[in-house]
């Protein structure tokens, strides 16, 4: 054993061209250790609701229609905001979602919802992404803060506890199946979208939706 160690602080004090091996190995952690620092600072500082409503376009559009919902302002004055919805919270989710964003700073550069005009003109496009990407992982934005397995549904109302006993509980829907237009004004989706949810078995959304507030 003594030989070992002695064998590797050799190798570790042997200099190189101009510093010993241990130097830059002590060199190479510290460095990494200032790189992760500043490079976790900046991911976790584009999750705050600061950044995020830095463009004036998210700001005079998205903010302002949460800010009237519960998910804004209730009585147990907890407040989910911009990246609770948008962003997944685990590591690798969240690396993916990020880079997958980053083409949201082209649409940014060349202003392709800078006016409420445009972002009218693109809400559905821009809705029908949002709820795609939810139903295909399970609205995991939404359970990082409503578990199923922590929900009381003798405290719910007869029609959300019936829809989350049986729909939610069996897989057959997920949290975004029914609760579209929970943050933001749902677009105008034309006839077609209430046929599709009456023959799917889920009420209107924006009636589902309208009793929420209340209840939450």
């Known amino acids: 054993m003594r030989r070992w160690l002695s064998r590797y602080w050799q190798i570790l004090t042997r200099p190189s061209m101009h510093f010993s091996l ?19 600072t900046a991911l976790e500082a584009t999750n ?4 995020c409503i830095s463009c004036h376009e998210m700001e005079r559009n998205p903010f302002q229609e949460l800010q009237g919902t519960v998910h804004y302002t209730n009585r147990s004055g907890v407040r989910a905001e911009c990246a609770d919805c948008h962003v997944p919270h685990d590591w690798t989710h969240k690396m993916a979602r990020k880079m997958e964003a980053s083409k949201e700073v082209w649409g940014w ?7 409420e005009e445009k972002f009218e003109a693109k809400r559905r496009e821009l809705a029908e ?22 929900m009381d549904f003798t405290a719910q109302n007869s029609r959300a506890s019936r829809a989350h006993s049986t729909s939610l ?13 929970i943050a ?9 979208f209430e046929a ?16 929420l507030p209340n209840e939450e």
């Open 184 to 192: 933001h004004e749902l677009p105008d989706m034309g006839p077609d």
């Open 22 to 40: 241990g130097f830059l190995t002590l060199g190479g952690f510290l460095c990494g250790v200032l790189f992760w620092g500043g490079f976790n």
């Open 129 to 150: 992404r949002e709820w795609a990407r939810l139903e295909a992982n399970d609205s995991r934005e939404c359970r990082n803060c409503h578990e199923f397995e922590s």
């Open 169 to 181: 509980a069996s897989g057959e829907a997920t949290c975004i199946d029914c609760h579209k237009g």
């Open 109 to 115: 550069l060349f202003g392709s919802i800078d006016t």
């Open 196 to 211: 599709s949810q009456a023959h799917s078995g889920l009420a209107s959304l924006e009636a589902y939706v309208a009793h």
């Open 48 to 51: 705050t609701e600061e950044f």
